[in-house]
């Protein structure tokens, strides 16, 4: 049956409404009219008000409304390990700290510490998340729960992992996680091998063609520091970008997570396969991997988005803060105030974080046809006050902690800052049992 032309569910209304469309509109009071999980119009608040009589209005007098951020890469359950193994270098922090830790890990305690990564993204403004982790299924199950939008992944290594063991047994359970969520309207199965230097060029390849042959993401670590570069060639007598290429991998499916080590020919190679990237700047700079050269990659014509990787090597997963990070550490590393400016760092984090996903029809900005994943932040405070440009205030002024509703698929999941789809004291005390549990093991 066809809805008639003046119906809508929900009107979000503010002072603001940034589209982040081509031509990067702004409405002064402004409103977003949804039907189901659809945005139907965007447009003046009192004209759609008048339109949409009997839609409910989540309305917010000093709201700035804007789309939800994508978070493009995250270890969500590794909230379990903050600040467990800090200041370390990254090939130490792995191997002596979160491998082991990670051994002792169940499908219960991934669930529970995804359930905290998921509260905190949407208390932060993210609404859209690409995880690599363990036991997906339960990351899964967790993110149902929420209501957000994922992209979620089993990560593969070429040694037994603590969720199916050997690698055959990994397989099957990837084909199966397949088909629990063929077709759903918001978790969309990625295949993750972890990295080049734990991977076989086998392993490399058996799992891009399960990408081919279920037209799924193929996402992995990728030249994230020199300690990789020195071992890749030691094994492969080749960089991990020329190693994929050589294998014949590279290509558009394929989400090349932090890129931190490339040269001019690798970053044309990646341009040239119309693979995707992931800079995730501030673990990058804690655990001194170094400067993706993400200015080259956009002139390139790479889609780049932004990641908070995980909480252990973060330690948070707030993206206002990585794109205030991302915008102030190519000025400083090019000594050029405007080699990355807020217009480029907040489309990575909206539009351009679309792109890498393969979803920039749906999500990234707000324009009908596209899904409701909105977010609502609250201008009337001392550090957003005033304000002459929109970019430059989310990117240099704003956090996490100024988003005060969430929309994702059509659906409020939080309001006045109340998660509506999670219990949020429940999630809290669950972790904190859990870390007194963490804590009493390894003393």
């Excluded at 899964?140 to 593969?156: C, P």
């Excluded at 279920?214 to 007598?237: M, T």
């Excluded at 090349?256 to 080590?261: D, E, I, K, L, T």
């Excluded at 988003?403 to 949020?424: A, C, F, P």
Aim: glycine fraction near 8%; proline fraction near 5%.
């Amino acid at each position: 049956m066809n809805q008639p032309d003046n119906t809508a569910d929900l009107l979000v209304t503010g002072s603001h409404l940034y589209l982040q469309d081509k031509d990067r509109t702004i409405i002064r009071d402004g409103c977003v009219a949804i039907l189901g999980d659809t945005i139907v119009e965007v447009g003046d608040s009192d004209y759609l008000a008048a339109k949409y009589p009997g839609a409910e209005e989540l309305a917010t007098e000093h709201g700035l409304i804007m789309p939800g951020l994508i978070n493009t890469h995250t270890h969500a359950a590794m909230t379990r390990f903050r600040g467990l193994a800090d200041d370390l270098p990254l090939m130490q922090w792995l191997q002596e700290y979160i491998f082991p830790a990670e051994a002792k890990l169940t499908g219960a305690m991934v669930y529970q510490a995804t359930l905290l990564s998921l509260a905190e993204m949407i208390k932060s403004g993210t609404t859209t998340f690409c995880d690599m982790y363990l036991f997906a299924k339960d990351v899964a199950r967790a993110t149902l729960e929420s209501g957000m939008r994922a992209w979620i992944g089993e990560v593969f290594y070429d040694f037994p992992s603590p969720n199916y063991g050997e690698i055959a047994n990994g397989l099957p359970y990837l084909e199966e996680f397949f088909n629990m969520y063929e077709n759903h309207p918001l978790i969309n199965v990625t295949v993750d091998p972890h990295a080049v230097y734990t991977c076989s060029p086998g392993l490399l390849k058996k799992l891009k063609q399960m990408a081919d042959r279920h037209d799924a993401l193929y996402v992995i670590h990728l030249a994230e520091n020199a300690e990789e570069l020195k071992g890749v060639q030691e094994l492969y007598g080749t960089s991990p970008v020329s190693h994929l290429e050589n294998l014949g991998v590279l290509d558009s499916r394929v989400v090349a997570v932090h890129c931190v080590m490339l040269t001019g020919a690798e970053t044309d190679v990646l341009a040239r396969r119309g693979a995707k990237v992931v800079h995730c700047p501030e673990s990058n700079m804690k655990l001194a991997s170094g400067i993706a050269p993400v200015p080259d990659m956009l002139a390139a014509g790479i889609s780049v988005g932004l990641g908070t990787d995980g909480s252990a090597s973060n330690n948070n997963e707030d993206m206002f803060g990585e794109m205030n990070s991302a915008a102030k550490l190519h000025k400083a590393a090019a000594l050029n105030p405007t080699i990355m400016s807020a217009e480029t760092v907040l489309a990575m984090a909206t539009l351009h974080g679309a792109s890498v996903l393969g979803a920039a029809n749906e999500i990234g900005s707000l324009e009908p046809g596209k899904k409701a994943d909105i977010i609502v932040l609250d201008l009337d405070q001392p550090h957003l006050t005033p304000f002459f440009n929109i970019p430059s205030l989310l990117v240099y002024a704003a956090r996490g902690a100024d988003v005060v509703h969430s929309i994702i698929n059509g659906r409020i999941v939080m309001r006045n800052r109340q998660l509506l789809t999670l219990d949020e004291k429940m999630i809290l005390g669950s972790i904190r049992t859990m870390a007194d549990q963490l804590k009493s093991t390894a003393a």
